[in-house]
């Protein structure tokens, strides 16, 4: 709790930008709307995936290449985790963008970290569904 | 601390200052995980020595942060997803964040406890 506010009405100054002025792009709208649904889809993914892989029947400690094997043998685990792959990277990469926006202060700072956050996702989620795709339980 | 802001201090603050930070640290474990689990491609062994690591007692405890970590922020995520489409949720939003204290305390109690079983009978000697 704030100690130093006084009680009574609280506001929010009036933005200085004029930003909003001849702005025609809703990409901000779509972004926050983004990050709702993609959320909501991703307790179902994200939560499954730690219960089945983390807590249910032994967890982590009966994980290891014929595990991985006999589940991508099913199309449905495959799809689950192509999506949640997606999902997961959209959403993590776009909550990343925000909070480079919120604190990158120089404008060439805040390009280049986007530049290499975008890089680093756009890498990652191309070899994980390669992975997904090209798997072969019988390599090696 | 400027007179006249909504945020600053209280829970509603801390709350968000957890989302982001957990959902940072869930960021960057999914990088890394994306580049474990590709070892599948090549070859089983590769794949079956890093996620032995897994397995060992400091990380096993590190996985029950991650999952404390992603359990948070999604229950988080979407009590801030009911304020913002719920006509009530702006009026509950209090009710709400101690809801998923609750809720979070309630899972994690026998999440950690089977996260961690293995690792305890194997460091103290019951019947592994
Ligand atoms: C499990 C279900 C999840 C739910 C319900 C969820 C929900 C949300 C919501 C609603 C937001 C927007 C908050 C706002 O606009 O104020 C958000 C932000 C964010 N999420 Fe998630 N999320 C989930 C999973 C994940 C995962 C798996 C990652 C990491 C890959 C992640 C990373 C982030 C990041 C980095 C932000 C930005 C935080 C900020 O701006 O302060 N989230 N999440």
């Known amino acids: 709790m704030s100690t130093t506010a006084q009680p009574g009405p609280v506001s929010i100054p009036a933005p200085r930008s004029s930003q909003r002025a001849g702005q025609r792009s809703n990409f901000e709208l779509y972004s926050w709307l983004f990050m709702r649904i993609s959320g909501v889809v991703l307790v179902f993914l994200v939560l499954g995936h730690l219960l089945i892989m983390n807590v249910l029947d032994g967890g982590v400690q009966r994980i290891n290449f014929a595990f991985v094997a006999g589940r991508w043998s099913s199309p449905f685990w495959q799809v689950w985790d192509l999506m949640m792959l997606w999902l997961a990277m959209l959403h993590g990469t776009n909550g990343m963008r925000t909070i480079i926006n919120d604190y990158a202060e120089r404008d060439q700072t805040r390009f280049w970290l986007k530049m290499l956050l975008y890089v680093a996702a756009g890498f990652t989620i191309l070899l994980g569904t390669l992975v997904i795709f090209t798997f072969d339980p019988n390599i090696g | ?128």
Do not use: C
Request: aromatic letters at 12%.
């Open chain 2, 1 to 128: 601390m400027s007179v006249g802001t909504l945020y600053r201090g209280g829970e509603g603050m801390w709350t968000w200052v957890l989302h982001r930070i957990t959902g940072v640290s869930v960021f960057f474990f999914l990088l890394v995980h994306v580049l474990d689990t590709a070892l599948v491609r090549v070859s089983p062994e590769a794949y079956d020595l890093v996620i032995a690591s897994y397995k060992t007692p400091i990380v096993n405890l590190l996985e029950v942060g991650l999952v404390g970590a992603v359990l948070y922020h999604a229950l988080n995520g979407l009590r801030v997803i009911l304020v913002d489409f719920w006509s009530k949720g702006p009026r509950l939003q209090r009710q709400m964040t101690w809801a998923i204290g609750a809720v979070w305390v309630v899972l994690m109690l026998p999440g950690t406890f089977f996260m961690l079983k293995h690792t305890v009978e194997n460091l103290f000697g019951s019947a592994a």
